[in-house]
C-alpha cells in the first residue's frame, strides 16, 4: 500500500495526555480535598445557620457581602444550641470554620480572612469573650492511658494474640500509639502496602514506617508526613512489629476467613485474613 492511500483507520491514534474535565466532574475533584468529617461539619455549620435565618425570616441567598457580614454579627451573637444554651468555643469554632468553607465554596468569599466580613470578625472575637468569662472555653481533653492501665490491656484476653479478634485488637492498638493519629482515624482505610517494613542501619532493628495520608490536622499540608515508626522489640512475640507481621501474613488468610469473627469489616481486615 503507497504511503498516499493510508486512511485514518491505518493510524494509530495516540493516548490523550490529558484528562478533560466537565464542570461537575471538576467540582467533584476539587471536593474529594475534603475529608467526610470536613463535608458532615459543613453540612451541619450550614444546618444551624439556616434555621437561625429561618427563624428570623432572613433569605440571605441574594444578600451583598455587606449585608452577609451583618446577619453573621448578628448570628454569632445570637446562636444558641437545641437546649437554648451558649455553644462551646470548640463548637462555636467549628461551626464557623463549616461556614468559611460554605461561602468560600457557593460565593467565592472568605468569612474569616477578607477585610469585608470586619464587622462579623469583631463579633465573633466578643463572643470568644464571653465563652470565656462563662467558662465554656476550656478544652476538655481525654487523660493520656497510664502505663500500669496499658500493662492490663496488654494481658488482656481481649488482646490475645493467638485469637483473631484478639489479634486484631492488639494491632489496632499498636497503630493507634505508634503511629500517633487522631483516635482510630484512617484504619478503615488502611491497606497491607501502607505498612513499609524498613531495617534501622544504625541498630539493625526492623521498623514499620506508614504510607502518608490526609490526616484532619494536616488535609492541606503536602509538606507533612505521616509521623511516628513503629520499632520491633527483639524475642517478644508480641512485640508490635511481630504482632504486625503476623496480621499481614498472607499465607495465613483462610484460617481467619473461617473464624467469621465479628465486628472486622475494615478494608484492613477484608484483605488480610490470618491462622495462628
Known amino acids: 500500500m503507497d504511503a498516499t492511500e493510508l486512511t485514518s483507520e491505518d493510524v494509530a491514534t495516540p493516548p490523550a495526555r490529558f484528562q478533560l474535565f466537565n464542570d461537575e466532574e471538576l467540582a467533584s475533584f476539587i471536593d474529594s480535598a475534603d475529608s467526610d468529617n470536613t463535608k458532615k461539619q459543613i453540612k451541619y455549620s450550614v444546618s444551624v445557620f439556616d434555621d437561625y435565618c429561618k427563624q428570623a425570616h432572613i433569605d440571605y441567598a441574594d444578600l451583598d457581602n455587606a449585608a452577609l457580614d451583618v446577619l453573621l454579627?448578628?448570628?454569632?451573637?445570637?446562636?444558641?444550641?437545641?437546649?437554648?444554651?451558649?455553644y462551646s468555643k470548640k463548637s462555636i469554632q467549628?461551626?464557623?470554620?463549616?461556614?468559611?468553607?460554605?461561602?468560600?465554596?457557593?460565593?467565592?468569599?472568605?468569612?474569616?480572612?477578607?477585610?469585608?466580613?470586619?464587622?462579623?470578625?469583631?463579633a465573633f472575637k466578643a463572643l470568644l469573650v464571653t465563652l470565656k468569662q462563662q467558662g465554656k472555653a476550656v478544652v476538655n481533653k481525654h487523660p493520656p492511658v497510664s502505663k500500669p492501665d496499658m500493662d492490663r490491656?496488654?494481658?488482656?484476653?481481649?488482646?490475645?494474640?493467638?485469637?483473631?479478634?484478639?489479634?486484631?485488637?492488639?494491632?489496632?492498638?499498636?497503630?493507634?500509639?505508634?503511629?500517633?493519629?487522631?483516635?482510630?482515624?484512617?484504619?478503615?482505610?488502611?491497606?497491607?502496602?501502607?505498612?513499609?517494613?524498613?531495617?534501622?542501619?544504625?541498630s539493625g532493628r526492623?521498623?514499620?514506617?506508614?504510607?502518608?495520608?490526609?490526616?484532619?490536622?494536616?488535609?492541606?499540608?503536602?509538606?507533612?508526613?505521616?509521623?511516628?515508626?513503629?520499632?520491633?522489640?527483639?524475642?517478644?512475640?508480641?512485640?508490635?512489629?511481630?504482632?504486625?507481621?503476623?496480621?499481614?501474613?498472607?499465607?495465613?488468610?483462610?484460617?481467619?476467613?473461617?473464624?467469621?469473627v465479628y465486628g472486622m469489616t475494615t478494608r484492613l481486615l477484608a484483605e488480610t485474613r490470618y491462622k495462628t
Open 206 to 260: 526492623e521498623f514499620y514506617s506508614l504510607k502518608d495520608f490526609g490526616t484532619k490536622n494536616h488535609a492541606m499540608d503536602d509538606t507533612a508526613s505521616q509521623g511516628g515508626r513503629m520499632y520491633e522489640i527483639q524475642g517478644n512475640p508480641r512485640g508490635p512489629v511481630a504482632t504486625l507481621k503476623k496480621y499481614l501474613d498472607n499465607d495465613q488468610r483462610k484460617w481467619l476467613q473461617k473464624m467469621s
Open 153 to 202: 490491656n496488654q494481658a488482656s484476653a481481649s488482646l490475645d494474640i493467638t485469637t483473631a479478634s484478639g489479634l486484631q485488637n492488639k494491632v489496632f492498638i499498636d497503630t493507634m500509639v505508634y503511629f500517633a493519629n487522631r483516635g482510630m482515624e484512617n484504619l478503615r482505610v488502611m491497606k497491607p502496602e501502607d505498612f513499609l517494613l524498613q531495617t534501622e542501619a544504625e
Open 94 to 122: 467549628a461551626i464557623r470554620f463549616g461556614l468559611q468553607r460554605h461561602f468560600l465554596s457557593q460565593r467565592g468569599v472568605d468569612i474569616v480572612k477578607s477585610q469585608e466580613f470586619s464587622v462579623s470578625s469583631k
Open 73 to 86: 454579627s448578628k448570628f454569632y451573637a445570637g446562636v444558641r444550641n437545641k437546649q437554648g444554651k451558649l
